[in-house]
Protein backbone atom coordinates (compact mmCIF):
# COMPACT_ATOMS: atom_id res chain seq x y z
CA UNK A 1 0.00 0.00 0.00
CA UNK A 2 3.16 2.38 -0.15
CA UNK A 3 3.06 2.75 3.65
CA UNK A 4 6.59 1.30 4.23
CA UNK A 5 8.72 4.94 4.10
CA UNK A 6 5.93 6.61 5.88
CA UNK A 7 6.79 4.75 9.64
CA UNK A 8 10.69 4.78 10.95
CA UNK A 9 10.31 0.77 10.96
CA UNK A 10 7.62 -2.01 10.02
CA UNK A 11 8.85 -4.38 12.44
CA UNK A 12 6.07 -7.30 14.08
CA UNK A 13 6.29 -5.01 17.11
CA UNK A 14 5.56 -1.67 15.71
CA UNK A 15 2.61 -3.52 13.49
CA UNK A 16 1.29 -4.91 16.63
CA UNK A 17 1.32 -1.46 18.03
CA UNK A 18 -1.01 0.19 15.55
CA UNK A 19 -3.79 -2.40 15.99
CA UNK A 20 -3.47 -0.93 19.35
CA UNK A 21 -6.01 1.49 20.37
CA UNK A 22 -4.30 2.90 22.61
CA UNK A 23 -1.31 3.20 20.97
CA UNK A 24 -3.34 4.84 17.80
CA UNK A 25 -4.05 7.69 19.83
CA UNK A 26 0.02 8.47 19.33
CA UNK A 27 -0.62 8.80 15.28
CA UNK A 28 -2.50 11.05 12.64
CA UNK A 29 -1.84 10.09 9.34
CA UNK A 30 -2.89 13.10 7.10
CA UNK A 31 -2.79 11.63 3.38
CA UNK A 32 -4.10 12.31 0.17
CA UNK A 33 -8.11 12.39 -0.24
CA UNK A 34 -9.41 9.32 -2.21
CA UNK A 35 -11.80 8.78 -4.98
CA UNK A 36 -14.62 6.75 -3.98
CA UNK A 37 -15.00 3.48 -5.42
CA UNK A 38 -17.03 1.52 -3.32
CA UNK A 39 -19.53 1.18 -6.53
CA UNK A 40 -16.75 -0.31 -8.82
CA UNK A 41 -15.38 -3.26 -6.93
CA UNK A 42 -16.63 -5.69 -9.35
CA UNK A 43 -15.08 -3.56 -12.11
CA UNK A 44 -11.71 -3.40 -9.89
CA UNK A 45 -11.27 -7.32 -9.04
CA UNK A 46 -12.11 -8.53 -12.84
CA UNK A 47 -8.68 -5.70 -13.51
CA UNK A 48 -7.28 -7.61 -10.83
CA UNK A 49 -7.86 -11.09 -11.99
CA UNK A 50 -6.82 -10.25 -15.34
CA UNK A 51 -3.37 -8.72 -14.54
CA UNK A 52 -2.52 -12.43 -12.17
CA UNK A 53 -4.11 -14.18 -14.70
CA UNK A 54 -2.08 -12.14 -17.70
CA UNK A 55 -5.39 -12.33 -19.69
CA UNK A 56 -6.05 -9.67 -21.47
CA UNK A 57 -8.93 -7.12 -21.59
CA UNK A 58 -12.28 -5.26 -23.39
CA UNK A 59 -13.31 -2.12 -22.07
CA UNK A 60 -15.08 1.30 -23.07
CA UNK A 61 -13.12 3.89 -22.14
CA UNK A 62 -15.10 8.13 -21.01
CA UNK A 63 -13.26 10.42 -23.03
CA UNK A 64 -14.53 13.85 -23.42
CA UNK A 65 -15.37 13.63 -27.22
CA UNK A 66 -17.33 10.35 -26.27
CA UNK A 67 -16.40 6.49 -25.28
CA UNK A 68 -14.06 4.94 -26.64
CA UNK A 69 -13.93 1.03 -27.37
CA UNK A 70 -10.77 -0.58 -26.21
CA UNK A 71 -10.41 -4.69 -27.63
CA UNK A 72 -7.70 -5.84 -26.78
CA UNK A 73 -5.25 -4.18 -23.69
CA UNK A 74 -2.80 -6.42 -21.95
CA UNK A 75 -3.13 -5.39 -18.33
CA UNK A 76 0.19 -5.13 -16.20
CA UNK A 77 -0.87 -3.05 -12.97
CA UNK A 78 -2.94 -1.14 -11.23
CA UNK A 79 -1.22 1.97 -10.02
CA UNK A 80 -2.40 4.21 -7.43
CA UNK A 81 -0.90 7.90 -8.13
CA UNK A 82 -1.54 10.50 -5.49
CA UNK A 83 -5.39 9.16 -4.34
CA UNK A 84 -6.29 8.07 -8.16
CA UNK A 85 -6.35 4.81 -8.94
CA UNK A 86 -4.92 4.20 -13.10
CA UNK A 87 -4.87 0.92 -15.34
CA UNK A 88 -1.19 0.59 -16.68
CA UNK A 89 -1.44 -1.60 -19.76
CA UNK A 90 0.19 -1.88 -23.21
CA UNK A 91 -3.08 -1.61 -26.30
CA UNK A 92 -2.43 -3.01 -29.32
CA UNK A 93 -0.14 -0.68 -30.96
CA UNK A 94 2.09 -1.73 -28.27
CA UNK A 95 2.52 1.08 -26.32
CA UNK A 96 2.54 1.37 -22.19
CA UNK A 97 -0.60 3.55 -21.82
CA UNK A 98 -2.18 4.40 -18.40
CA UNK A 99 -6.49 4.74 -17.91
CA UNK A 100 -8.37 6.49 -15.69
CA UNK A 101 -9.45 3.36 -13.50
CA UNK A 102 -12.93 5.87 -12.78
CA UNK A 103 -13.54 6.42 -16.67
CA UNK A 104 -13.31 2.77 -17.51
CA UNK A 105 -16.38 0.95 -18.18
CA UNK A 106 -17.97 -2.51 -18.96
CA UNK A 107 -14.61 -4.60 -18.67
CA UNK A 108 -14.42 -7.78 -20.09
CA UNK A 109 -11.84 -10.65 -19.98
CA UNK A 110 -10.68 -12.74 -23.02
CA UNK A 111 -9.23 -15.78 -23.89
CA UNK A 112 -6.02 -14.16 -25.41
CA UNK A 113 -3.18 -14.36 -22.54
CA UNK A 114 0.08 -11.96 -23.05
CA UNK A 115 3.61 -12.78 -21.55
CA UNK A 116 5.20 -10.96 -18.68
CA UNK A 117 7.47 -8.19 -19.34
CA UNK A 118 10.47 -7.05 -16.68
CA UNK A 119 10.81 -3.91 -18.16
CA UNK A 120 7.58 -2.29 -17.90
CA UNK A 121 7.27 -3.86 -14.13
CA UNK A 122 10.75 -2.02 -13.98
CA UNK A 123 9.01 1.47 -15.64
CA UNK A 124 6.16 1.39 -13.02
CA UNK A 125 8.29 0.90 -9.54
CA UNK A 126 11.13 3.78 -10.88
CA UNK A 127 8.86 6.46 -12.58
CA UNK A 128 6.99 8.99 -10.22
CA UNK A 129 4.28 9.62 -12.80
CA UNK A 130 1.79 8.80 -14.83
CA UNK A 131 2.20 9.56 -18.46
CA UNK A 132 4.42 6.06 -19.37
CA UNK A 133 3.87 5.82 -23.13
CA UNK A 134 5.41 9.57 -23.86
CA UNK A 135 9.29 10.06 -24.80
CA UNK A 136 10.54 11.48 -21.69
CA UNK A 137 12.37 14.87 -21.94
CA UNK A 138 14.66 16.62 -19.34
CA UNK A 139 13.49 19.64 -17.74
CA UNK A 140 15.71 22.00 -15.37
CA UNK A 141 15.03 24.06 -12.76
CA UNK A 142 16.47 26.28 -10.35
CA UNK A 143 14.87 26.87 -6.77
CA UNK A 144 15.44 29.42 -4.53
CA UNK A 145 17.17 29.20 -1.09
CA UNK A 146 14.08 30.51 0.78
CA UNK A 147 12.25 27.20 -0.29
CA UNK A 148 15.02 24.65 -0.82
CA UNK A 149 14.59 22.63 1.79
CA UNK A 150 10.97 21.60 0.84
CA UNK A 151 12.86 20.03 -2.26
CA UNK A 152 15.25 18.24 -0.14
CA UNK A 153 13.00 17.07 2.36
CA UNK A 154 11.02 15.04 -0.42
CA UNK A 155 10.16 14.79 -4.33
CA UNK A 156 7.66 17.55 -5.48
CA UNK A 157 7.65 16.81 -9.03
CA UNK A 158 8.03 14.08 -11.09
CA UNK A 159 11.10 12.12 -11.41
CA UNK A 160 13.08 14.57 -9.41
CA UNK A 161 16.91 15.18 -8.91
CA UNK A 162 18.65 17.25 -7.24
CA UNK A 163 21.72 18.03 -9.30
CA UNK A 164 23.51 21.04 -7.68
CA UNK A 165 23.58 22.96 -4.25
CA UNK A 166 24.32 26.33 -4.97
CA UNK A 167 26.42 28.87 -3.67
CA UNK A 168 23.31 30.92 -1.90
CA UNK A 169 21.58 27.36 -0.74
CA UNK A 170 19.47 27.08 -3.83
CA UNK A 171 19.31 24.49 -5.84
CA UNK A 172 19.78 23.14 -9.67
CA UNK A 173 16.78 20.00 -9.98
CA UNK A 174 16.20 18.55 -13.13
CA UNK A 175 13.15 16.12 -13.51
CA UNK A 176 12.62 13.72 -16.32
CA UNK A 177 8.93 13.94 -17.61
CA UNK A 178 6.89 12.41 -20.41
CA UNK A 179 4.38 15.80 -20.59
CA UNK A 180 5.02 19.18 -19.64
CA UNK A 181 1.97 19.53 -17.04
CA UNK A 182 4.25 17.06 -14.71
CA UNK A 183 5.96 20.41 -13.68
CA UNK A 184 4.28 23.30 -14.88
CA UNK A 185 1.84 23.03 -11.64
CA UNK A 186 4.36 22.79 -9.35
CA UNK A 187 6.19 26.39 -10.59
CA UNK A 188 2.95 28.07 -10.76
CA UNK A 189 2.86 26.70 -7.14
CA UNK A 190 6.19 27.84 -5.78
CA UNK A 191 6.16 31.35 -7.97
CA UNK A 192 8.40 33.17 -7.33
CA UNK A 193 10.57 30.69 -6.09
CA UNK A 194 11.08 28.34 -8.55
CA UNK A 195 12.44 28.80 -12.65
CA UNK A 196 13.06 26.99 -15.31
CA UNK A 197 16.39 27.24 -16.71
CA UNK A 198 16.12 24.61 -19.79
CA UNK A 199 15.03 23.81 -22.17
CA UNK A 200 14.99 27.30 -23.64
CA UNK A 201 11.67 29.02 -24.26
CA UNK A 202 9.69 27.27 -21.82
CA UNK A 203 9.51 29.99 -19.07
CA UNK A 204 9.26 32.46 -21.34
CA UNK A 205 5.99 30.22 -22.48
CA UNK A 206 5.07 30.29 -18.61
CA UNK A 207 5.57 33.75 -18.17
CA UNK A 208 3.45 34.49 -21.43
CA UNK A 209 0.72 32.97 -19.74
CA UNK A 210 0.48 34.32 -16.64
CA UNK A 211 0.68 37.58 -18.55
CA UNK A 212 -2.36 36.48 -20.00
CA UNK A 213 -4.33 35.67 -17.01
CA UNK A 214 -3.26 38.89 -15.24
CA UNK A 215 -4.56 40.45 -18.05
CA UNK A 216 -7.78 38.61 -18.06
CA UNK A 217 -10.84 40.57 -17.28
CA UNK A 218 -13.56 38.15 -16.12
CA UNK A 219 -16.29 40.72 -16.60
CA UNK A 220 -15.67 40.37 -20.57
CA UNK A 221 -17.35 37.27 -20.25
CA UNK A 222 -20.50 38.59 -18.40
CA UNK A 223 -20.74 41.14 -21.28
CA UNK A 224 -20.52 38.22 -23.78
CA UNK A 225 -23.16 35.99 -22.39
CA UNK A 226 -25.29 38.68 -21.92
CA UNK A 227 -25.25 40.06 -25.48
CA UNK A 228 -24.94 36.54 -27.09
CA UNK A 229 -28.37 35.73 -24.69
CA UNK A 230 -29.85 39.11 -26.49
CA UNK A 231 -28.84 37.89 -29.74
Do not use: C
Request: no cysteine.
Amino acid sequence: AGVRGLFPSLSDEFLKDIFDTRMQAALLVKGHNYEYLADRKEAFRELERAIVARRHVAFEYRKEEGPKHYASVAPFKLVNHKGIWYLAGRDGDQKLKTFSFAKIERVRLLETTFAADPSIDQTLRLDDGIWLGEEKREIVMKISAEVAGYFKRRKLIANQVIEKTLEDGGLLVSAKVGHVNQVLPIVRYWIPHLRIISPEGLQGELERELARYVEFDPATIGRKGKEEGRS
